[in-house]
């Protein structure tokens, strides 16, 4: 399943030259997560709530082109593997159709503060 998110690039998260700081690429990244698990009828500020978070474990951006403000990107998120421990999450940034970034980030769960396995009822309603 995927999910897509569609925004404007704001002042706030550029440079001096308007082009966006490759650090911002993480915030929307987490944001396209956020909606993903929306998508799958999960608030994250419920699980939260409960002591479940996913920690980013592992990251790679891959930058094709550079963003600008005033922008309107397209994000498409996308879980790629997971199983009862971890999740691997895929992006691809779009500007007008064209690839501006790739990303893979893993997370495990962790519940309580603890690295656990999700339940089965939590499982099912992740789709893994």
Known sequence: MKSELNFCVRYAET???GVANHARYLDWFS????????????????????GIVLPVIDLSVRYHQSVRFQENLHL????????????????SLLRDGVLCAKAVTRHF?????????LSEELSMQVGI
């Open 15 to 17: 440079d001096q030259m």
């Open 31 to 50: 944001e396209g997560r956020v909606e993903w698990l929306k998508k799958k009828g999960i608030l994250y500020s419920e699980w939260e709530k409960n």
């Open 76 to 91: 498409i998120t996308e879980l790629k593997k997971g199983n009862r421990r971890e999740l691997q999450f895929e992006y």
């Open 109 to 117: 769960f962790l519940i309580d503060g603890k690295v656990s396995r």
